[in-house]
């Protein structure tokens, strides 16, 4: 299993061990851009012409709701 794959199959998982910058990395390969932030915040903003935004806090500890935002883009691209 390639590093590739291994890092879909953690994300699908629900993994507690992802990091922001895999999130970043897959976000990225699957044609979203992203946004640094501003002055003061810590959340990134990824667009996609035709889906809507998504924001995720660039943080140690990435919490599930947010993995389970990138999940919902692996599988919905993946159908």
């Known amino acids: 299993m390639s590093k590739w794959e291994k890092l879909l199959s953690k994300i699908t ?3 507690k061990e992802v ?3 895999e999130l970043k990395k897959v976000l990225e390969s699957y044609g979203y851009e992203s946004k640094k932030p501003r ?3 810590s959340h990134w903003t990824f667009r996609k ?3 809507p935004p998504i924001t995720i806090p660039e943080s140690q500890t990435i ?5 389970k ?4 883009i692996i599988l919905g691209e993946d159908e």
């Open 63 to 67: 919490k599930t709701v947010y993995v």
């Open 69 to 72: 935002m990138v999940r919902n």
């Open 19 to 21: 990091r922001f910058l």
């Open 13 to 15: 998982a629900l993994s």
């Open 39 to 41: 002055s003061g915040s």
């Open 49 to 51: 012409l035709g889906k």
